[in-house]
């Protein structure tokens, strides 16, 4: 089995994958919206957006473009995987 390297995630990024997780599960399944997830980490949204934008470009996070709730936490990268 080949061993494939992802890059190394930082704390706040591992904050925003567990928020995004937290806030789906009490939705029961349902993605939250970028306002949502900036309002439970109190910052603004566009800093929301570009933790999650990079969490998406290292492959811990997949959104579907022009979607409001498609922010959606792959599961190997669950953030308990370090």
Same mark, same amino acid.
Request: include cysteine; glycine fraction near 2%; aromatic fraction near 4%.
């Given at each position: 089995m080949?061993?494939?390297? =992802?890059?190394?995630?930082?704390p706040r990024q591992r904050e925003l994958l567990h928020?995004?997780?937290?806030?789906?599960?009490? *939705?029961?399944g349902v993605p939250p919206t970028l306002r949502q997830i900036a309002g439970e980490m109190?910052?603004?949204? =566009?800093a929301a957006r570009k933790l999650a934008q990079?969490?998406?470009a290292a492959g811990h996070l997949r959104h579907t473009?022009? *979607?409001?709730?498609?922010?959606?936490?792959?599961?190997?990268?669950?953030?308990?995987r370090r």
């Open positions: 080949i061993a494939t390297t =992802t890059p190394a995630i930082t928020t995004i997780k937290r806030l789906s599960a009490d *939705a029961k109190r910052i603004h949204w =566009t990079r969490c998406e473009p022009r *979607a409001a709730r498609s922010w959606v936490v792959l599961d190997e990268h669950q953030e308990g």
